[in-house]
């Protein structure tokens, strides 16, 4: 049996329209660039977001934090405020007042006589009790030995 062409439609047909059982070749194009398409600007889109991350990664580890968890929170609430937040934020440089403040701690340990690294945290309980006991002897009254025992626990502390 012999397909014909419909007695209404033209004999020139364009090529894109294709016979019956034949596969189509222009939807196929079209949905593999449409694929593709998405991916790209999926890609462009997830490329652009994380801009400030990538421009705060050779800075500080409290504003890469910030400004990642500002990031987050742009992606999953859609408020691009914090987006440019975190943009300005990955852009200024913060100072550092952490180096200059520990250096200032070292200093003063060593003025005072305590090894370095020795925090009030790491004190045992009996050195908590002693050194209560001390101060409350120095507070009982002015009696020489009590004093030097209380002037070496001041020497401590400084």
Not at 78 to 93: E, Q, T
Not at 122 to 131: A, F, I, K, P, Q
Not at 136 to 149: H, Q, R
Request: glycine share 8%; aromatic share 6%; net charge negative.
């Amino acid at each position: 049996m012999s397909e014909s062409l419909h007695p209404g439609a033209p004999h020139d047909l364009p090529g894109f329209i294709t016979a019956p059982g034949d596969t189509d070749i222009l939807m196929v194009v079209v949905g593999v660039v449409l694929i593709a398409a998405v991916l790209g600007v999926g890609n462009l889109y997830l490329h652009l977001h994380t801009l400030p991350e990538r421009m705060a990664h050779k800075s500080q580890k409290l504003q890469f934090e910030i400004v990642a968890v500002l990031g987050l929170l742009a992606l999953f609430t859609h408020n691009h405020l914090f987006w440019v937040i975190g943009l300005f934020l990955a852009m200024v440089d913060l100072p550092d007042f952490g180096t200059p403040l520990r250096r200032i701690a070292g200093s003063v340990e060593k003025i005072a006589g305590v090894p370095p690294g020795d925090d009030a945290a790491e004190m045992t309980s009996t050195e908590m009790t002693s050194e209560s006991a001390a101060h409350t002897v120095a507070a009982e009254g002015p009696d020489a030995t009590k004093a030097g025992a209380a002037k070496s626990e001041v020497q401590s502390h400084a």
